[in-house]
T-cell receptor, first 110, second 116 residues
């Protein structure tokens, strides 16, 4: 079983749509959780941390369910500039050991 | 220069060559990381250096040899690589805080390596 599993997509959505990505992780000892964004042929960049209470940053909402080992990201009012691959990431602690999912590709079209 | 820089950005090498990848961070961080990203696969952690000491080797073959001469620089020395080693190699840095926790990792732009 993969340590972090994501639907690879692609998700093709029109501008203005709401889109949701899901992710599951296998290690119950995972300590912290993130969504990173990676544009084509670029490095990953932190989008947001994910907390059990749920957290929002503008059009982006992240949710964590520790009991189900499940993480989600909701993007409202999609923009063309949201087109990218979204990486679900868990931190196993120690020396900041990050485990990445393979990513979900999002394509927003006019 | 700001953030994390990597050189070269692209590298083509034969299986018998020896080359080195360089990473430099300008963020004052004290931890550095090497990752490998192959096509259609997740990023894989290769090595972790904390306070200039290697603290994790994620079962990486010996043909990859890291070096961390100081807290700002990280190298990955390559020798007798295989075509399946072709990938994007990413460097990252973060800061270990008092108490042993770390803040977020910042990534460099990567070196795209092709082994012929």
């Amino acid at each position: 079983r993969k340590e972090v599993e994501q639907d690879p997509g692609p998700f093709n959505v029109p501008e203005g749509a709401t889109v949701a990505f899901n992710c599951t992780y296998s290690n119950s000892a995972s300590q912290s959780f993130f969504w990173y964004r990676q544009d084509c042929r670029k490095e990953p960049k932190l989008l947001m941390s994910v907390y059990s209470s749920g957290n929002e940053d503008g059009r982006f909402t992240a949710q964590l369910n520790r009991a189900s080992q499940y993480i989600s990201l909701l993007i409202r009012d999609s923009k063309l500039s949201d087109s990218a691959t979204y990486l679900c990431v868990v931190n196993l602690g120690g020396y900041n050991k990050l485990i990445f999912g393979a990513g979900t590709r999002l394509a927003v079209h006019p | 220069e700001t953030g994390v820089t990597q050189t070269p950005r692209h590298l083509v090498m034969g299986m018998t060559n020896k080359k080195s990848l360089k990473c430099e961070q300008h963020l004052g961080h004290n931890a550095m990381y090497w990752y490998k990203q192959s096509a259609k696969k997740p990023l894989e952690l290769m090595f972790v250096y904390s306070l200039e000491e290697r603290v994790e080797n994620n079962s990486v073959p010996s043909r990859f040899s890291p070096e961390c001469p100081n807290s700002s620089h990280l190298f990955l020395h390559l020798h007798t690589l295989q075509p399946e080693d072709s990938a994007l190699y990413l460097c990252a840095s973060s800061q270990m805080r008092a108490g042993g926790s770390y803040n977020e990792q910042f990534f460099g732009p990567g070196t795209r390596l092709t082994v012929l």
